[in-house]
């Protein structure tokens, strides 16, 4: 009752406070507003979640990445005991038959003292390449960085003592390269995982009691530590989803738990159970994973609206192979990345450095040589589009907005480059090595068909690019 009284004889008063309290009110109101807009229009607090196309753009752009496997599989290097395995270096563990006891102590021969992040980065950097996908850990459980939850590390467990993906972390930030990781969903030295199925680690019929153990105390605290110390990380590429104890829902449950991490990070397909072997591409829209994967493969055509990145090897083996010389050709690649790109995708293309942390001079020619036509030729794989028109008797064609670009493999020998399939109107034509930008002639043949007046020798026997301006429709 006092309550109240003392309320009415402060009436008078608080009526006197209103002019003010509306001023406040407004203020407040105004204030909020703005704030909303901000994270509505996501200026700089980016607190507004990004749609996919805008997370996606730096990876759509990049269009070329360097993929480094390298762990302990490159001290036996494809031979154990004297005897030499086949198949790809990284799963000697599994074509061995080697137990953990034996593979394990491999940690004491691993001493990469040649190991220069600069080096590295500097190496993928000049070959064009924007981003760069090392493997964290491989199925055979070791991990390159200091990992909390094992002693199964680069830190712990070797004498070299040093934690490499810090190192390339600090050097990606530095060159501007964007740092990703390749993480093993499968694990052979884990006992809650794939240990236990010894000797076939892979053997897709058995089960771990214990997986869920695994995936809750060892696979998420671990992707925790990666994206927490070493990020922003570019893309995190699971791979070893094909394991009888991976189902699509802890596909789709990891998929988040890495997004809530990190919300603007690309993942693949591989998180859940969606890839279609090793074509690569998701069977379905449901499956998680914001890319298709194809792997030594390239896709016969692109797919509209559809992601995906082919990764490839230079050789046969991902993870160093001493005797392993199967190299592929300079042209070879660069005709495999204008291919790649002329449908819509981008090309994982592999290193596999040595025990000393060296990689292979075969591999630094190549991508030194893919570099220099980069270069030159770069803006017709960065930023762009599949090609709209169909196949092509000479090459390749990549697409931006106004501008065709002409990858030309076998330049016609009559000084004229026929391209079918064009109805645009092409406004000016030259050649991209030419910085002049001399327009060359072009004429129109029928209603869908122009034809280039080209040199009767091809400026680049590889890949010369002709760039048509069009008009688009
Ligand atoms: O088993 C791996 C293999 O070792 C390598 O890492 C490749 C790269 O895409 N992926 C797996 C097989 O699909």
């Known amino acids: 009752m006092e309550n109240k009284k003392n309320q009415l004889r402060n009436y008078d008063s608080t009526c006197t406070d209103w002019t003010n309290a509306v001023i406040i009110i407004a203020a407040l109101c105004i204030f909020t507003i703005a704030g909303c807009l901000q994270e509505e229009t996501g200026l700089h607090g980016q607190k507004r979640p990004m749609s996919k196309d805008e997370r996606m753009k730096w990876w759509r752009d990049a269009r070329f990445g360097m993929f480094i496997h390298w762990g302990l599989y490159a001290v036996p290097a494809g031979e154990w005991k004297g005897k030499r395995i086949p198949g790809i270096g990284e799963w000697i563990m599994e074509r061995g038959d080697i137990p953990v006891s034996e593979y394990e102590p491999l940690t004491k021969k691993f001493n990469p003292v040649k190991f220069n992040a600069n080096e590295w980065v500097r190496i993928a950097k000049n070959a064009g390449m924007k981003y760069i996908v090392i493997t964290s850990k491989h199925h055979d459980g070791f991990c390159l960085w200091d990992s909390k939850v094992t002693d199964y590390d680069i830190i712990d467990a070797t004498p070299f003592k040093r934690d490499v993906l810090k190192e390339l972390s600090k050097e990606c930030k530095k060159q501007g390269i964007k740092l990703c990781f390749y993480h093993s969903i499968m694990d052979w030295h884990h006992p809650d995982a794939q240990r236990p199925f010894y000797p076939n680690y892979n053997d897709g019929k058995k089960s771990n009691p214990n997986f869920a153990r695994y995936v809750d105390n060892y696979l998420k605290p671990q992707l925790k530590e990666l994206i927490t110390n070493y990020g922003p990380l570019g893309v995190l590429w ?19 738990y890495v997004r809530a991490l990190q919300p603007n990070i690309i993942i693949n397909n591989r998180v859940g159970k969606g890839r279609k072997g090793m074509e690569g591409l998701s069977k379905s829209e449901e499956y998680a994973g914001d890319f298709g994967t194809p792997e030594q493969q390239i896709p016969a055509t692109g797919l509209p609206g559809v992601d995906w990145e082919s990764c ?28 790649i790109a002329s449908k819509g995708g981008n090309f994982l293309l592999n290193v596999g450095p040595t025990a000393e942390g060296l990689i292979p001079d075969a591999s630094i020619e190549r991508l030194a040589a893919i570099g220099e036509w980069m270069k030159v030729n770069g803006e017709s794989i960065y930023g762009t589009t599949a090609s709209p028109l169909g196949k092509l008797p000479w090459g390749r064609c990549t697409a931006k907005p106004g501008k065709l670009y002409l990858h030309v493999f076998d330049w016609p ?15 000016k034509a030259y050649l991209l090595a030419d910085k002049k930008r001399t327009k ?18 091809a400026p680049d026997v590889v890949n010369t690019v002709v760039v048509l301006e069009i008009k688009d429709k």
Not at 238 to 252: A, V
Not at 418 to 427: M, T
Not at 440 to 457: G, M, Q, Y
């Open 238 to 256: 699971f791979d070893g989803e094909w394991i009888k104890d991976w189902t699509e829902p802890q596909g789709k449950d990891l998929y988040n």
């Open 312 to 339: 490839m090897t230079m050789n046969d083996t991902w993870g160093y192979k001493y005797y392993d010389h199967n190299w592929k050709s300079t042209e070879d690649l660069l005709h495999k990345l204008a291919d």
């Open 413 to 427: 020998t009559d000084g004229k480059l026929e391209v079918p399939g064009l109805k645009n109107q092409v406004n």
């Open 440 to 457: 060359i002639s072009v004429r129109r043949e029928s209603k869908d068909k122009i034809a280039v007046r080209i040199p009767r020798e």
